[in-house]
């Protein structure tokens, strides 16, 4: 493979050129260039050892099929196959103010809200659920594919060449911290059911900040070896809090913030960790969670997240008949409970209330002091909603308009959604 | 603490070794290749460490003339490492070299202890000559060591006087010896040799067949392919146009 230099130029199977500008960085697979291709500045990545003639088949297949969703950073354009004995693929530019996931495990980045955090797990999960979808898997999920914005938690899905159709291989495996336990002992070919797998680490890690199965039996291992690893994340996986197994708890002093976290979020984000890595759905894979289903889990987190009216600090809360801040210690009011359907969307003061899965908030609580209805809800959508009195008399609120938090009112917000208020 | 506060994950150390022969006859531009390669080299594994949540990579060189010596007494950030020019002078000490090094991998008295654990180390051994002491003694005991055993090995073999059976021996496979004939690709291989094992030691493995040892031998390979002046230890392919399909 020969490296590129600047000015040099790159022919694409499209016919044009794109010319190199310089080095943007370079990982184990390849070297990232800026590139100008008709005017635009673009990233090439160019491979240091070019993978065989069926991955660049399987690049071309993606190159025209194009992503699905705007949450990929996508391959758009392909070099040709064999210049200056390489090959490489054309995609957008990451934006600016979006950090590796890896700096957020690292404390380097850090999310400014719950609701920022909670949104990337929505968004990683939506991305997936497409992914899979579309009839690809990913086959390579590891902690260098999402590049996160710490204020909105919005997420783009990189390195996205691996992603190859659902039965085939792409030859890659990932790495074991993240790859599900039948793939690490050689048991199985990636497919779905281990992309989710490698999804729900990497949802574990995003909330608590430490590995799913590295707690004490792993951290006594002294040299983590080849063969140590297919153990530990292969045939002998234990999750770190498995009700039947407690040989692998967190270790005080190393694993401070699962420590901290376990305790602090919901009790139905602990339930779902505890599911999905209890030992059988580690050795089975087909008993994992969907996308849709973790989707449900997330806005049910969501949907207990407010901001305390004492502190103004976001606060879980989980017993709505007696509403405590995690933070301030202080017990006080919910404004009301919006229920729609079997979910209790809980109220107060400047919370914003998503209704639906997209990360686009709906509602923002609002305090009007001095009002009749000190509390309202505001219309932060682009359409109307329709309120329905206790009397039967309707209302329409307009995109910017409010409406009280009085008990008995319902609403009806994106059309499928009926809300109730309690 | 806030519930987005969180302290780094805990991550496992990996330490890259430097064994380098500092015998009379490095003295001049092999010398002063490899101080200048490796000074070069570090802050490019200070990066790798830094963007890495598997591992963080520490730094530990040996140089061996009459004698041995640690440039430092414990393995540092590679960051951190500020390198000391080494300078030529006496003997081959590998043999000694292989008992120092024997020492310090382990966790009592050694450099192997650290509260997150390790992963396996990445050891590149550079010689110009042959060992003047036993190296079969020092080479016996390291091969009992299980974090030898577990290691990445890669040996440069620097000119043609290069022992390089014994390169091979240490490092335990023929194509893990890279030999170099110019002061440019001595500069260019060990910094190919460090980055590679660097990368590939310091992360979590993919799970295949090929071990740790085996996926950096066959990257370096492959990129000494492209240097003029390395040579490596695999069977010349045949020149094109000539065809040896008859013999198959």
Redesign the interface.
């Known amino acids: 493979?020969?490296e590129l230099k600047a000015n040099d130029s790159v022919s694409l199977t499209n016919g044009s050129k794109a010319k190199i500008i310089r080095e943007l960085g370079r990982g184990?697979q390849g070297i990232v260039y800026l590139v100008e291709l008709a005017g635009q500045k673009m990233a090439l990545k160019w491979y240091i050892?070019p993978p065989d003639k069926k991955f660049y088949k399987n690049l071309e297949d993606n190159v025209a099929k194009g992503a699905p969703s705007d949450a990929f950073l996508w391959p758009e354009y392909l070099t040709t196959y064999n210049q200056k004995n390489s090959y490489g693929y054309i995609m957008k530019l990451r934006p600016q103010g979006y950090f590796?996931f890896?700096?957020y495990?690292?404390?380097?980045a850090?999310?400014?809200?719950?609701e920022a955090?909670i949104n990337a797990a929505m968004k990683i999960c939506e991305g997936f659920k497409l992914l899979h979808l579309n009839g690809y898997s990913y086959q390579d999920l590891n902690?260098g594919n999402f590049f996160i914005h710490p204020e909105t938690g919005d997420v783009l899905i990189c390195d996205n060449d691996n992603v190859f159709p659902q039965k085939d291989q792409s030859g890659?495996?990932?790495?074991?911290?993240?790859?599900a336990p039948e793939?690490?002992?050689?048991k199985n070919a990636p497919d779905k059911f281990s992309d989710r797998f490698s999804l729900s680490v990497i949802l574990f890690?995003l909330f608590y900040?430490?590995?799913p199965l590295e707690g004490a039996r792993?951290?006594a291992?002294?040299?983590?070896?080849?063969s140590y690893?297919?153990k530990f994340?292969?045939s002998e996986a234990v999750f770190i809090y498995d009700e039947a197994n407690n040989t692998n708890r967190p270790v005080r002093?190393?694993?401070?913030?699962v420590l901290?976290?376990w305790p602090?979020?919901p009790v139905i984000l602990r339930d779902a960790f505890k599911k999905e890595f209890s030992e059988d759905c580690l050795k089975n894979p087909e008993k994992r969670k969907i996308e849709a289903e973790w989707q449900k889990v997330i806005q049910q987190l969501r949907d207990t997240l407010v901001i305390c009216p004492v502190c103004n600090?976001?606060?879980f809360i989980e017993d709505s008949a007696s509403p405590k801040c995690?933070?301030c210690g202080k017990s006080f009011v919910l404004s009301g409970i919006l229920r729609i359907g079997t979910r209790d969307i809980l109220l107060t003061p400047n919370t914003k209330i998503y209704i639906d899965l997209d990360n686009k908030p709906d509602i923002h609580v609002v305090s009007v002091p001095g009002d009749k209805y000190p509390v309202q809800l505001r219309n932060i959508t682009s359409s109307k909603w329709t309120v329905e009195t206790p009397s039967g008399k309707l209302k329409a609120i307009e995109p910017n308009m409010a409406m009280p938090v009085k008990a008995g009112l319902k609403v009806n917000i994106t059309g499928t959604s009926k809300g109730e208020i309690l | 603490m806030g519930l987005v506060d969180n302290e780094s994950i805990p991550r496992r150390k990996m330490t890259l070794f430097f064994l380098i022969d500092t015998s009379g006859s490095m003295l001049g531009s092999k010398i002063g290749s490899v101080n200048d390669a490796i000074e070069n080299v570090l802050p490019i594994i200070g990066e790798i460490s830094d963007e890495n949540p598997d591992a963080e990579i520490n730094v530990a060189a040996l140089e061996f003339s009459t004698g041995t010596r640690w440039l430092y007494d414990e393995p540092k950030d590679a960051k951190e490492f500020i390198w000391q020019q080494v300078e030529a002078e006496g003997l081959t000490s590998l043999g000694e070299a292989c008992e120092e090094l024997n020492k310090k991998l382990s966790r009592t008295g050694g450099f192997m202890s650290s509260p997150s654990g390790c992963y396996a180390p990445a050891i590149i051994l550079l010689s110009d000559g042959g060992p003047t002491d036993n190296f079969e003694k020092g080479l016996k005991l390291l091969q009992g060591n299980s974090w030898f055993k577990n290691a990445i090995k890669i040996a440069i073999a620097i000119g043609d006087d290069a022992d390089k059976e014994v390169l091979r021996q240490f490092t335990d496979a023929q194509e893990a010896v890279i030999t170099v004939h110019n002061i440019e690709a001595l500069k260019t291989m060990i910094r190919i040799i460090a980055i590679t094992s660097s990368q590939i030691g310091s992360k979590s493995t993919s799970a295949t067949d090929a071990t740790k040892q085996e996926q950096v031998i066959e990257e370096v390979n492959k990129a000494a392919a492209d240097v003029q002046g390395a040579e490596t230890a695999a069977a010349p392919t045949p020149a094109n146009g000539d065809s040896y399909d008859e013999w198959d």
């Open positions: 493979m020969k184990g050892n590796e890896g700096q495990l690292l404390a380097r850090q999310f400014k809200s719950v955090m902690d890659i495996l990932g790495k074991a911290r993240y790859m793939i690490v002992i050689g890690l900040g430490n590995h792993v951290l291992c002294p040299c983590m070896t080849e690893e297919k994340y292969g002093g190393v694993h401070n913030n901290r976290r602090a979020f600090q976001e606060t995690m933070n």
